[in-house]
């Protein structure tokens, strides 16, 4: 049974969207990643790869699945392929890092990558590119979004104690400006424990750590 993290009795429950979706993070899970998948999966409408997904994992539920399959990148920017041509984005699925998409019925607003905890090493950002960044993505969700799709966590519950897996301030910001039904990221393994699904007490936004693969109904 899915426990949630207890909330104020004021906070209103969250948007339900009607869908049923997929979400997944950070690791190939055994149960997706096989010959006789999608045997065992009920129905989805969509996919949501919140990060740190290899581009053949991501590849192989393209060629499973009739969905559409959205997905950012995640710290590791390891969303590539290379079979000889080079290293290309991986084909079949649609990239929505700093952009609101529109399938199977939902708005989706993207954010990739983490806040940065060393030097170099691409898939981070700065506090200025986050803040500028997540501006922009919130004007362009200026309509209205169902959900924000990200690889780092907001602060909040779910972020790592350690500097690398912190939250991120500017997410929390966007939900507060528009308010989506589900928040779903990444980044968060569970050496630290399972991190419980919860709402967000400000924006009433469900989030939820994709780690491994999960199935929702929203």
């Known amino acids: 049974m899915t426990q949630t993290v207890s909330q104020p009795s004021s906070l209103a429950p969250p948007r339900v969207l009607g869908k ?3 979400v997944l993070a950070d690791y190939v899970h055994p149960f997706v990643y096989r010959a006789g998948f999608p045997q065992g999966l009920p129905e989805v409408d969509a996919v949501l790869a919140a990060g740190d997904i290899p581009g053949y994992y991501l590849e192989f539920l393209a060629t499973k699945l009739t969905v559409p399959i959205i997905y950012v990148h995640g ?9 000889g041509d080079g290293r290309i984005p991986a084909r079949g699925v ?16 993207g954010w990739g990558g983490a806040p940065r905890y060393r030097e170099k090493g691409g898939g981070q950002y700065s506090a200025y590119e986050a803040r500028w960044g997540l501006a922009k993505l919130a004007w362009r969700a200026r309509d209205g979004v169902d959900i924000l799709l990200t690889h780092a966590p907001p602060t909040g519950p779910h972020a790592g104690s350690d500097y690398a897996h912190r939250g991120c301030p500017e997410l929390n910001r966007f939900m507060e400006r ?4 589900l928040m779903v990221h990444g980044h968060i393994h569970e050496y630290e424990g399972r991190k ?3 709402l967000d ?8 750590n994709a780690y491994g693969y999960r199935v929702l109904a929203v």
């Open 196 to 198: 419980l699904e919860y």
């Open 201 to 208: 007490p400000v924006s009433g936004a469900r989030v939820i």
């Open 20 to 22: 049923r979706i997929m």
């Open 75 to 83: 710290n590791h920017e390891n969303e590539y392929v290379n079979e």
């Open 178 to 181: 528009r308010h989506p039904a």
């Open 94 to 109: 649609i990239a929505a890092h700093g952009r609101v998409v529109e399938e199977a019925g939902l708005k989706i607003a």
